[in-house]
């Protein structure tokens, strides 16, 4: 099974523009807890690192480029993400990194619950053996 989910967002699209919605249990399969984004990052940076216990996410670039590296302990596979209508689904206890951020990168991500340190896993060896114990 690919460790790389992607869904695909209509777009609205007019003579003016294009739009893209996303909705809660229509195009969204969880419930919408939080947005936060991610912008600005500098040259050369990463971040992630780490799996979540219990959230599940969905990250998309609306703006610029960024390489997401997705790892279930077994595997990794990696995508680049550069468009406002592909979401990229960050599953429970799915190790991510992201790299290459380009300067006018704009990331959000959905949610499905509330900031919560805890339900993180930041060290890859706990990852590792949560993992196996399941
Ligand atoms: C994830 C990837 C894709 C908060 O206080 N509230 C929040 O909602 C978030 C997301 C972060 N923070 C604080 C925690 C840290 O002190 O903001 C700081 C930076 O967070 P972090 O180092 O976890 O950022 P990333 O980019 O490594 O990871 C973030 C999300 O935290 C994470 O859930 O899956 O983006």
């Given at each position: 099974m690919s460790l790389i989910n992607l869904i695909d967002f209509n777009i609205l699209g007019d003579e003016r523009g294009s739009l893209v919605s996303l909705e809660q249990y229509q195009n969204i399969p969880f419930d919408i807890k939080r947005i936060y984004y991610i912008f600005g990052t500098k040259d050369g940076v990463a971040r992630g690192f780490h799996a979540h216990k219990e959230l599940k996410q969905i990250a998309i670039c609306i703006q610029g480029e960024c390489r997401f590296i997705m790892d279930n302990g077994k595997q990794k596979e990696e995508i680049i993400l550069n468009k406002p209508n592909k979401g990229l689904f960050i599953d429970v206890m799915q190790w991510h990194e992201m790299y290459d951020f380009s300067h006018d990168c704009v990331l959000i991500v959905l949610a499905s619950d509330h900031y919560?340190?805890?339900?993180?896993?930041?060290?890859?060896?706990?990852?590792?053996a949560i993992g196996l114990n399941k």
């Open positions: 919560d340190e805890q339900d993180y896993i930041r060290n890859y060896d706990d990852f590792l």
